[in-house]
Structures are given as C-alpha cells and as structure tokens.
Antibody, heavy 122, light 110 residues
Framework: EVQLVETGGGLIQTGGSLRLSCAAS????????MSWVRQAPGKGLEWVSV???????YYADSVKGRFTISRDNSKNTLYLQMNSLRAEDTAVYYC????????????????WGQGTLVTVSS | QSVLTQPPSVSAAPGQKVTISCSGS????????VSWYQQLPGTAPKLLIY???KRPSVIPDRFSGSKSGTSATLGITGLQTGDEADYYC???????????FGGGTKLTVL
C-alpha cells in the first residue's frame, strides 16, 4: 500500500527551527517527485516546495531562503527543514507525491500524508 | 487572495447535481492541466480529478471535470451526504513558476 506519514510538527517560538519528516512506504521517494503543501487553520492549500527525482529543488516565494526540502534515500524519507519561523508559517504541513507533465512541471498530487501541525508563537 | 477563484460555498439536495467553478488566467489554467481535490472534514486532501477530466480508478464516475479557456469546472451528480467537503482546484502557474490552488469551495448537501 502506498502511504505517507508525516511527523515532527509542534509548538515552536518565532524565529526558531523545526524539521518535518515524511516517511514513505509502497514506493521509492528518490525515484519520484515529492512536495510539501501547507494549510493554515481555516484556510486553503498553499504549495510550499518540490524536490525532483534528480535532486533539483524549488520553493514558494513565501518560504524561499528559510525552508529546505531534502530526502534520505536510505530511509525512504522526505524532509522539510524550516528556519526563521514566523507566525504566518503556522499550518498543517502535508507531504505528497507529485506526478509531473512530460515537460517537467508539477501536474497533480497523489497520495497525500495525514499532515502534521506546526504552530509558531511568541 | 488566491490566484485561482472558486465560489466559497455551494449547496444542493441529496441526489441532485452541483458544479464548482475555478477561474484563472492564461498563465495558469489557460495553458496547464487542472486537478481537483476533495478534503473531508478533519482529513487530508484526496485527488479527485487530474489532467482536467481524468478520474483515478477509485473515484466514482459521479465526479467529472472539464476545462474551457481559463476556467475549469468540477461536477458532482447524485449528491450524497458523504460528499460534504471542501473542494480545491490546482494547477501550475507559468508566470509565478509555482503550483497554485483555488481558495476552496465548501459543499453542503442539504
């Protein structure tokens, strides 16, 4: 069964750092394109970052320079390192596998993990 | 303010049909594929429609998608109370070089 399980969320102070993990089963993270999408409380979905199978990474402007997406092939796990956290980063963070178009643009997201809540507060 | 515009809410009676619109521009919907996601209360989003009008095998044919110009539409027929959820459209935006989502539409089955 294809499954994603996120961990690592919690309450963190403004300016702090946190690393989220997303353990995959049923497929190989390194052979796929993977993404993080977040959802602030009561709000809609916001794309955060993507890592290509070749290792290239891309970010939303709102997190560029503060967040880093990476993976550990031996653990089949995706990560999101979040630094200089702000109140507006408070959200449920989902990891998802990304299907790409033939011209290598993100096409659709499936499956999604259950999400992990990050709360940034002073 | 989301790049893609969806109505905040729609409602219909059980057994009826409903459509949810998603409006964008030539930099996103007009030149890229659209996908749709269902988010039941307290759960993660789930893929409903990809590449404008294709359904994963596990999604019933009560759900359909279409695209015309810079707008896309999700249709749901034979509404059930279990369809009450938030629905999101998403696509790539070539100008922003980013994935963009609509603000979401809350479906109420009266």
């Amino acid at each position: 069964e294809v499954q994603l399980v996120e961990t690592g969320g919690g309450l963190i102070q403004t300016g702090g750092s946190l690393r989220l993990s997303c353990a995959a089963s049923g497929f190989t993270v390194s052979s796929n394109y993977m993404s993080w999408v977040r959802q602030a409380p009561g709000k809609g979905l916001e794309w955060v970052s993507v890592i290509y199978s070749g290792g290239s990474t891309y970010y939303a402007d709102s997190v560029k320079g503060r967040f880093t997406i990476s993976r550990d092939n031996s653990k089949n796990t995706l990560y999101l390192q979040m630094n200089s956290l702000r109140a507006e980063d408070t959200a449920v963070y989902y990891c998802a596998r990304v299907e790409m178009t033939p011209w290598l643009q993100p096409n659709w997201f499936d499956p999604w993990g259950q999400g992990t809540l990050v709360t940034v507060s002073s | 303010q989301s790049v893609l515009t969806q109505p905040p809410s729609v409602s219909a009676a059980p057994g009826q049909k409903v459509t949810i619109s998603c409006s964008g521009s030539t930099s996103n919907i007009g030149n890229n594929y659209v996908s749709w996601y269902q988010q039941l209360p307290g759960t993660a989003p789930k893929l409903l429609i990809y590449e404008n009008n294709k359904r994963p095998s596990v999604i019933p044919d009560r759900f359909s998608g279409s695209k015309s110009g810079t707008s896309a539409t999700l249709g749901i027929t034979g509404l059930q109370t279990g369809d009450e959820a938030d629905y999101y459209c998403g696509t790539w935006d070539s100008s922003l070089s980013a994935v963009v989502f609509g603000g979401g539409t809350k479906l109420t089955v009266l």
